[in-house]
């Protein structure tokens, strides 16, 4: 079983740049699905979906809407890692954030499904913006 | 865009008991793509269900699921004191690809 590790500052100045860093290790990025995500978790909150970056095709990622613009993904399969990077972070983006693959589809009832759930989890990071 | 809500927000029962969680879509959504996870305080998620009623690899059996278009439970047969914790149902939507979750169910001891 892979397992992920996030890591990068705890403090972010308001109006910076966010970086963050998924370290996948026991297996390769490569596994389950080739997906990798980013979820967030406010203080007291729920969860939310934040991006999702493939291994192949020069790293090819889909963004949630809220957060289009300001947010970018990238992946290195050669050092197992891959990033988020958050622009003109406020107060509202202080919160857990974590890491997570996406598992493998599964077949059912003789029918196939896209992968669509998260079967591995970092422990998450706590990132405070604040000034 | 679809919306998920889960009910009760928090849900008190005495251990041994049973316990079922509400997941409600704002429209019908393919019960393939929908998953549960249980939270505990300071730890990451954990997958308990996907395609609505598949348990997870080492998920307990007296985890459930069921449901279909805009409605789906968890059902957990008799709660152990391992399982006070935080659910979250999951859904995937494919066009465009998007991942949502509902806002969680609490589940205290009581």
């Known amino acids: 079983q892979v397992q992920l590790q996030e890591s990068g500052p705890r403090l972010v100045k308001p109006s910076q740049t966010l970086s963050l860093t998924c370290n996948v290790s026991g297996g390769s990025i490569r596994s389950g699905s080739n997906y990798w995500v980013w979820i967030r978790q406010p203080a007291g909150q729920g969860l939310e979906w934040l991006g999702r970056i493939y291994t192949s095709g020069s790293g090819s990622a889909i963004y949630s809407p809220s957060l289009q613009g300001r947010l970018s993904l990238s992946i290195d399969t050669s050092q197992n890692h891959f990033s988020l990077t958050l622009k003109s972070v406020t107060a509202a983006d202080s919160a857990v954030y974590f890491c997570?693959?996406?598992?493998?589809?599964?077949?059912?009832?003789?029918?196939?499904?896209?992968?669509?759930?998260?079967?591995?989890w970092g422990p998450g990071t706590l990132v405070t913006v604040s000034s | 865009e679809i919306v998920l809500t889960q009910s009760p927000g928090t849900l008190s029962v005495s251990p041994g008991e049973r316990a079922t969680l509400s997941c409600r879509a704002s429209?019908?959504?393919?019960?393939?793509?929908l998953a549960w996870y249980q939270q505990k305080p300071g730890q990451a998620p954990r997958l308990l269900l996907y395609g609505a009623s598949n348990r997870a690899s080492g998920i307990p059996d007296r985890f459930s699921g069921s449901g279909s278009g805009t409605d789906f439970t968890l059902t957990i047969s008799r709660l152990e004191p391992e399982d006070f914790a935080v659910y979250y149902c999951q859904q995937y939507g494919s066009s465009p690809a998007r991942f949502i979750f509902g806002p969680g169910t609490k589940v205290e001891i009581k």
């Open positions: 429209q019908s959504v393919s019960s393939s793509y």
């Open positions: 997570a693959r996406v598992a493998a589809g599964y077949c059912s009832g003789g029918a196939c499904y896209s992968p669509s759930f998260f079967d591995s």
